[in-house]
C-alpha cells in the first residue's frame, strides 16, 4: 500500500509569493494532520480534519495560512503571501482513527525555503 | 496537559551494541498510546512502536522494544544490536484519549559508530 504522499518534496520560493502543498492520505485514513518542523521549534502541529472537516487549526500561524481537505484523498495547505520565517519542513500524517491506539503514519515532507 | 520529556539531546553507542532512549510523559488520561518515530538525516519520519497503556507486556517489534513503566511514566526505546543505519534523531510522542493529536518530545539524536 502506498504510504501518505505530499508534493512537492522541496520548495523554493521569495517573499511575498503564493505556496501551495499537497497531501494525499492513506486510503481509508478518516484523519489528517498538518504539521511543521523547524529547529526552532521543533514539531509543531498546524491543523487537523476529520472525515474532510477542519477540527482544530489552533496551531495555524496567522491568517497566511489556510488549509483545505475537499475530499478524503486530497488535501492542500496554503501561504499566502510567504515569508522566509515560514522556511521549515512541513509534514502531512493520516490515521485511521482518532483513538489513543491509532498510529498517524508521516508523509516524506515538504521542505519549504522562502527567500 | 500532555507532556513528553526526552532529557538526552545527543546518545553515542557502538555498532552492535544495545542502547536506551529515554521518555517519561505526563497525562491526567488513563488511556492513551505512546509511540516511537525515527527521523533519519533524509528528513521522513519513521513510525517505530507503539505501546498502549492498557498494554500489560512491553511491546517489541524486530530490534526494537519498549521498556514500559507505567508507575514512573516512563516509555524508554531499546534498540538491540545497534546498525549504522540506526544513526537518526529518535521522537517519543504520546496521544491520549482526549486528544486526537499527538504530542511530540523535543527528540534524541543517536549516532552509531564502527
Known amino acids: 500500500d502506498a504510504g501518505v504522499i505530499q508534493s512537492p518534496r522541496h520548495e523554493v520560493t521569495e517573499m511575498g509569493q503564493e505556496v501551495t502543498l499537497r497531501c494525499k492520505p492513506i486510503s481509508g485514513h478518516d484523519y489528517l494532520f498538518w504539521y511543521r518542523q523547524t529547529m526552532m521549534r521543533g514539531l509543531e502541529l498546524l491543523i487537523y480534519f476529520n472525515n474532510n472537516v477542519p477540527i482544530d487549526d489552533s496551531g495555524m500561524p496567522e491568517d497566511r495560512f489556510s488549509a483545505k481537505m475537499p475530499n478524503a484523498s486530497f488535501s492542500t495547505l496554503k501561504i499566502q503571501p510567504s515569508e522566509p520565517r515560514d522556511s521549515a519542513v512541513y509534514f502531512c500524517?493520516?490515521?485511521?482513527?482518532?483513538?489513543?491506539?491509532?498510529?498517524?503514519?508521516f508523509g516524506p515532507g515538504t521542505r519549504l525555503t522562502v527567500l | 496537559a500532555q507532556k513528553i520529556t526526552q532529557t538526552q539531546p545527543g546518545m553515542f553507542v557502538q555498532e552492535k551494541e544495545a542502547v536506551t532512549l529515554d521518555c517519561t510523559y505526563d497525562?491526567?488520561?488513563?488511556?492513551?498510546?505512546l509511540f516511537w518515530y525515527k527521523q533519519p538525516s533524509s528528513g521522513e519520519m519513521i513510525f517505530l512502536i507503539y505501546?498502549?497503556?492498557?498494554?500489560?507486556q512491553n511491546a517489541t517489534e524486530g530490534r526494537y522494544s519498549l521498556n514500559f513503566q507505567k508507575a514512573r511514566k516512563s516509555a524508554n526505546l531499546v534498540i538491540s544490536a545497534s546498525q549504522l543505519g540506526d544513526s537518526a534523531m529518535y521522537f517519543c510522542a504520546m496521544r491520549s484519549s482526549g486528544y486526537s493529536t499527538l504530542t511530540f518530545g523535543k527528540g534524541t539524536m543517536l549516532l552509531v559508530s564502527p
Open positions: 497525562t491526567s488520561d488513563q488511556s492513551y498510546g
Open positions: 505501546q498502549g497503556s492498557y498494554d500489560e
Open positions: 500524517a493520516s490515521s485511521l482513527g482518532g483513538a489513543s491506539t491509532d498510529t498517524q503514519y
